[in-house]
């Protein structure tokens, strides 16, 4: 599992005082991306993109928060697609904030958004992470 902690900037912020629904999918992305380079190397990260992201907003987080703890576990594999679990957490006292199910997907190394097959050594990795699945 990876987990990354994420300052709240001030900038994240809405007109009501909590943060925009939109920076929680920043903070999946900040730590997916650390999670998965850490995993399977830039090489291999580099050629991965977003297919769908379906996304629970639990309670909200604000300022006083603090920060904002973004968790992130592979949930299955398929042929070119990771699916993913994540979680963020409030800093302060640890409550869910929003819960998320993500499909990204391991692309051809021709720059186009086509599926390609995961690299044999990436899905044996892959496949060691799916049985600590914790979150």
Known sequence: MGQKTVEIRWRDMDNFGHVNNSCYLTYLEEARDEYLTG????ETVHRIVVRKVD???VSGLSQDDDKAIAA???EGIGTSSIKLRESIHAGIDGRL???AETVV????????AAAAPLPDE???ILERELGT???
Not at 39 to 42: H, K, S, T
Not at 105 to 112: C, I, L, Q
């Open 39 to 42: 995993l399977l190397g830039p």
């Open 55 to 57: 996304i629970e907003f």
């Open 72 to 74: 992130t576990q592979v």
């Open 97 to 99: 904030a929003a819960r």
């Open 105 to 112: 997907v391991h692309t051809a190394s021709d720059g186009r």
């Open 122 to 124: 990436a899905r044996a």
């Open 133 to 135: 699945l914790r979150l």
